[in-house]
């Protein structure tokens, strides 16, 4: 597979366009072939031993994205954007977990289950004798928001507006949408679509410290 044919210099413009949305246009609506693009960008973001202990729901009920904004902190980007992301944690992940792993590992790569002993013998022994205390729902959390950060740089590339929020009520997005019933517990909200005209976050300036005081050499 060929490296995309992306300069520098395009990453840093785009880094730079992009901006936590805080108004967006309800009438104009993500196409079909960018979102799917978008959707990927959650598929095959990366996550500790490949595990993935995730899912994430796309909001497309306009009922209950309405109901949600009071769970919300009252941010109506949640019922306004084109798209509502919820990005969830399986709960309590564990050894459990790893076989259904391994079966997929073995289907996609064709090798023999046998051949993954010791892959599997590597993530058993994380999960039960870590080398650091390992809460799951805590580990699971911070695999979302590796998924989270390479959906925000997706949509910034295909030109398209988001927020992340983690300004709401989990146990009440739990609720509304039936994912405790599911096993899973939502992280962080994403909401993505297009800026509206009006929305005056869009012409402040990002402010970031100074390269030098962020970033480090050690030679």
Not at 176 to 202: F, H, N
């Amino acid at each position: 597979m060929n490296k995309p044919d992306l300069t520098p210099e395009q990453i840093i413009q785009t880094l730079n366009w992009r901006y936590a949305t805080k108004k967006f246009d309800p009438d104009k609506k993500i196409p079909d072939d960018v979102w799917k693009a978008l959707e990927q960008s959650l598929v095959l973001a990366p996550s500790s031993f490949g595990m993935q202990p995730w899912k994430f729901f796309v909001v497309r009920n306009l009922d209950l994205r309405e109901q949600l904004v009071e769970y919300s902190f009252n941010q109506t980007t949640v019922a306004e954007a084109s798209h509502l992301v919820v990005l969830a944690i399986k709960k309590d992940i564990g050894v459990d977990d790893i076989p259904h792993y391994i079966d997929r590992v073995s289907e996609v790569r064709n090798v023999p289950k046998d051949k993954l002993e010791g892959l599997t013998n590597l993530i058993k022994g994380y999960l039960r004798d870590p080398p650091f205390p390992l809460q799951p729902d805590k580990w699971s959390a911070k695999q979302v928001y590796l998924a989270l950060g390479f959906f925000l740089h997706s949509a910034a590339l295909l030109g398209i507006d988001t927020c992340a929020m983690e300004g709401f009520v989990p146990s009440k997005y739990n609720e509304i949408l039936g994912l405790s019933k599911q096993g899973y517990s939502a992280v962080v909200l994403c909401t993505a679509g297009y800026r509206a005209e009006d929305d005056d976050a869009a012409d402040k300036s990002k402010v970031r410290y100074p390269t030098e005081e962020v970033v480090s050499y050690i030679d």
